[in-house]
C-alpha cells in the first residue's frame, strides 16, 4: 500500500461505448468508470475514485473524455506505463498527467464538443460510430437552424427530464453542420450538456433536413420550451465527446 502525500492527476481517454451502460458507475452494469475503477485498483491495491468531465450515456462514445484521480507520487509511474493494458480493448488511456490540485474533470471545464454522425449508408467499418439515414437532407436548411442554437437559451424542450440537471440555462458556443459524400456530421460546442440533448437538437435538425419543418422552429423551442414540438431522440450509436476545454 503506498503513502505520503496525494497528487492529483488527469487522463485523457478514448472509449468505444457501444457495450457500455455510460460513464457513470451503475450496480450490476458495466460502465466506463466500472472498468477503470477495477483497472485502478489492481495497480494500486486500493480504491481509486475516476471523476469524468461528464456522464456520457448509454452506446456513447468518447474520443476525448477528461477523468481525474487523486494518486499517491509513487503510483504514477505504474499508471504511466500499465493503466492502459490494463483496461478492456475498448477503453484507451490517450494520455497522464499531474495537474493542479484544484483541478476537477467535471467543475473546472469550460465548455465540451460533441460531434453526432449521420451516414447515407450502413459500413460495417464504421457503423458502431454513426446513425444511418437512407434519404437527402437539405444541408443548408439544417446549417441556418444549427446557428439559430448559439446563444444562452433555456434548452427544456430539447432536454430529458431526470438526471442531474440543475436547470435548463445553457449557453451554446458553436453549432454547425457538414456534408460530404458518405454522409453529415453535426457539431456543437457549449458550456454545459443537458440529458439527451445531444440527440434531441439533432434530430430536430433533421426534421428541418427533411422539411417537415422549417429552420425557425430551433428558436421557437428556445423560446416556447414546448418539448412536443421537438423532434425525435436519435440513436446513441452516432454521438461521440470530441473534447472538453479548460480555462
Known sequence: MSSGRLMRVRFVIAYDGTDFSGWQLQPGRRTVQGEMEVAARRLCSRRVSMTGSGRTDAGVHAAGQVVHADLFHDELG?????????????????????????????????????????????????????????????????REAASLSVGAASWRAMAKE???NSGWDVEVLSADVFEDTLGWTFLIRSNRFLRGMVRLWVGTLVSIGTRRAEPGLIRELLNTGNRELAGPSLPARGLTLLKVRFP
Not at 499508471?79 to 490540485?101: C, I, N, Q, T, W
Request: net charge positive.
Open 78 to 142: 505504474r499508471f504511466e506505463r500499465g493503466f492502459s493494458p490494463m483496461l478492456p480493448r475498448d477503453v484507451s488511456v490517450l494520455s497522464v498527467e499531474e495537474v493542479s490540485p484544484d483541478f476537477h474533470a467535471r467543475f473546472s471545464a469550460v465548455s465540451r464538443l460533441y460531434r453526432y454522425r449521420i451516414a447515407r449508408r450502413d459500413n460495417p467499418l464504421t457503423s458502431r460510430f454513426e446513425h444511418v439515414l437512407d434519404r437527402d437532407l437539405d444541408t443548408s436548411g439544417m
Open 162 to 164: 431526470g438526471g442531474s
